[in-house]
Every structure is written in structure tokens, then in C-alpha cells.
């Protein structure tokens, strides 16, 4: 296992990241795979002996008991806490029939903390992240939250997932201003199938030095090489039953097909070949992977070790390129002239 510094922090994680909404059977979250704690301890342990030192989770999987199974496992196997950084999320609906019990106001904020320490046994967690934007709450409120989160020592860092870049800096503005703790990390949907990220968050991740958490890195498992384009969804799948996160598919079946003689030659899965190009982007510090079963856990955390040729990376940029928007390419044709220094004439 390979480890990257997560932003401009001196905190190294390691670059496969162990995701929990497959933990726990509640409400929704059961079509994602409704694992028990024995099954859930299992993949812990195989994570960890892999080299895994990030493991993130969320209040709102399974409304807790993913937290619970998850702090759960740490426990019954002895692993030790300075050997693990733990993240966890808030944001999502907690009770239906309790009108704070969702969103980023200090009072549901303050109330989430304590729960997820409970739940996760801990006594302070090491990244805490915005589950989402709240339209509803200033973002001073919730930073001067986080803030004091990070001063009582319950928080080490703070970081936020799904923002738009505007909402990133002007969070990033206010923190500079009031001299409060700042975002460190972005958790946000990125894929070989999907880089709208690249055309305005990664670009400000690189000027502001946050770190990159990659989720659904296998798009739902479309990029899984399961799927084709002349098949429906295979039974059994969360696919079939949950269409989600939103792809073009047609474009990312071309981009499969480009992936599978990849596979082949390299004798790997097509998973692989897709985790091993987001491991390829310097932007990111980890990839999220989450999975049902410990052969599934296995194929996706030997992308680490799967690198791809200049040749295999060229054949996928040329087959994912993103289409040129405005202003992107005006951006681009006027700043050529900048990028290369003047002749100076006689």
C-alpha cells in the first residue's frame, strides 16, 4: 500500500480509503449491501492488514449503524488508534419526525459529533466532513462550529464532500478572514466515465492544496466491466436496483470498451484498470472503495499495485477527454500567449 499527503497537511493516508455505506441494513441504505457486523469486522481486518489506515463512514449510513459497526470492529480487533484515521460526515436526515435532526446548524452539528464519537467508540475523530452544501445555514455558522470542533480536540480536521467550487472558496475566504481552521480535504464523485470535476473543483484543489477523497470511483459499479451497453443492469447489483451516481452511459460503455483490451493485457480486471487511472491523477490523495464481499475488496485494492503505461493513459484521456465549455477553452486560448516568454527583439 502507497501512502499520499492529504492536501497541504503533514497527515498521510493511505491512497485506498475503506468505505462503510455498504455497512449496516436500515431504511434505504440496506440495496447497499446490508452487511452484519461479522462481515463488516471482516473487511475492517482485511483492510487493515492490507496496509489501509483511512476508513470512512457517515451518521446517515444506515442511520448510525454503519458507525456502530464499524467502531465495533476497530474494538474487537484490537487495532490501534494511532495506526488509523478515521472520517466521518454530516448532513443527511437523521429522524423524520424531528425537525433539527438534519442539515449544518451548530445545533445539529454539536448533537452528530457526540453521537458518531459514541457510535464509533472514539474520543475524537480525524477528519470531519460536510456531508453537503446546507442552503439553509450561513456558512459562518457552520464554519465557527467546526471551528470550536477543532479547538476542543474532539476534531483534528475538518473537510467537505459535493460543494461547487464557488462554495469551496468562499468557505476557504472565510476561514483565512476569521482565522479559523479551514477545509483541508474535497470527498467528491470522480471517474474515468465522469471528470466534470476537472472543468472548476480540481483546478482550485491544485491553488488551494486541498486533498482529493474520491467516492463511487467505479460509478455505482458501471465501470466495473460487468455492464455493456446492449445489456441491462445483472441482478444482484446495486445498479439494478439503485441507478446512481448520474452518467452518460453511452459514453462511458465507449470508455469500457477501451478499458477491457486494457485489462487484458495487463490480466487484470476492468475495475482495476479504472482505479489504477485515478490513482494515475496527481490531484488525488484517496480513492473510497466499498465492497459487499472480501474477493470484491481484494481485486480493488491490488489497482494499488497496477500501473498503468504512457500508452494505456493516452488511449483513456483520448476516449474520456471532456468535450470543450466555456469559459474553459477562452481561458485557454488567451492564456497562451502568457505561457510562453516573449523573444526580445534586437
Known sequence: MKYRLLGRTGLYVSEMCLGTMTFGDQGFWKIMGALGQDQATGLVKQAFDAGINFIDTANVYSLGVAETLTGNAIKTLGLPRDELVIATKAFGVMNENKINAAGHSRYHLMNELDASLKRLQLDHIDLYQLHGFDPVTPLEEVLSTLNDMVRSGKVRYIGLCNFAAWQIMKGLAISERKGWS??????????????????????????????????????????????????????????????????????????????????????????????????????????????????????????????????DLQALEVASALPPEYPGWMLERQGQFRATPPTAHA
Not at 479551514?182 to 486533498?211: K, M, N
Not at 483490451?261 to 479504472?274: D, E, L, S
Not at 494515475?280 to 485494492?301: M, Y
Open 182 to 311: 479551514r477545509f483541508e480535504s474535497v470527498q467528491a464523485y470522480y471517474t474515468v466515465a465522469g471528470r466534470d470535476l476537472e472543468r472548476e473543483v480540481i483546478p482550485l484543489l491544485r491553488d488551494q492544496q486541498l486533498g482529493l477523497m474520491v467516492w463511487s470511483p467505479l460509478a455505482g459499479g458501471l465501470l466495473s466491466g460487468k455492464f455493456s451497453a446492449e445489456g441491462a443492469a445483472p441482478g444482484g447489483t446495486r445498479r439494478a436496483v439503485f441507478d446512481f451516481p448520474v452518467v452518460d452511459k453511452p459514453r462511458a460503455f465507449q470508455i469500457v470498451d477501451v478499458m477491457r483490451p486494457i485489462a487484458q493485457r495487463h490480466q487484470v480486471t476492468v475495475a482495476r484498470v479504472a482505479l489504477a487511472w485515478l490513482l494515475s491523477r496527481k490531484t488525488v490523495s484517496t480513492v473510497i472503495v466499498g465492497a459487499k464481499t472480501p474477493e470484491q475488496l481484494a481485486d480493488n485494492l491490488q489497482a494499488s499495485q497496477l500501473v498503468l503505461t504512457s500508452e
